[in-house]
Structures are given as C-alpha cells and as structure tokens.
C-alpha cells in the first residue's frame, strides 16, 4: 500500500521528521490550531499520522472521526513530555479494534 505519511506535534516533535521528507504539521498549544490542522490531515488523505501524545488530546475529536475507516492509521507516540498514558490507550484501542482484545491492558 503506498499513501502520504503526516506527522503533527509541535516543532521539536516534527523536526526530525521533517528531515527524513515527511510531511510536517508544527503547532503550538492553541487547540484550534491543532483541530485546523488534523482536519487538513484528514482532507488531503494522508494514509499514516503520527501524533504527538501531548497534542493528541485535542486532536482526538477530529481523529475520532475516522478511527473505524482503514486510512488513516492515526499513531499516537510519547515525546520528550512525561507520557499522560494517552498513547497506551490509544494504542490498546487500536488493538481491541483490530484482534478483539486490548493485549496492553492489565488484567490483576
């Protein structure tokens, strides 16, 4: 499968991206800045975004949208912020969705 791959964080998480030719979507902390560009994302059909984690949040309500559709794969990944748990989460729903059950989830 071939497809655009956009990376969205602020500009220390896009950087090095941004070196390797990807797409790049720098924001700062305003959420409607953050909610434009994730529906640019989604409007111009990118097949892979990563996200930030601490951005992800207030990304969510447009991503949220399409997390059943098969593109975009929307990946959640901690940066140099300590992790709120929000990329665990939404990787283990990712996984729910894809094999029936959250392997990530701890069941004590």
Known sequence: MEGKVA???????????SALG??????????????ESARKIIDDKYT?????ENIAP???E?????????????VVVPF????????TKSLGEALKRAMGINILQNND
Do not use: H, K, W
């Open 7 to 17: 990376v969205l964080g602020d500009a220390d998480f896009v950087m090095p991206f």
């Open 62 to 74: 447009v991503f949220s949208t399409q997390q059943n559709l098969p593109t975009p794969c929307i």
């Open 22 to 35: 990807l797409d790049t979507f720098a924001v700062g902390q305003r959420p409607e800045q953050i909610i």
């Open 80 to 87: 140099t912020t300590a992790s709120g748990g929000f990329a």
């Open 48 to 52: 892979l975004v990563v996200v930030a």
């Open 58 to 60: 207030m990304a969510e």
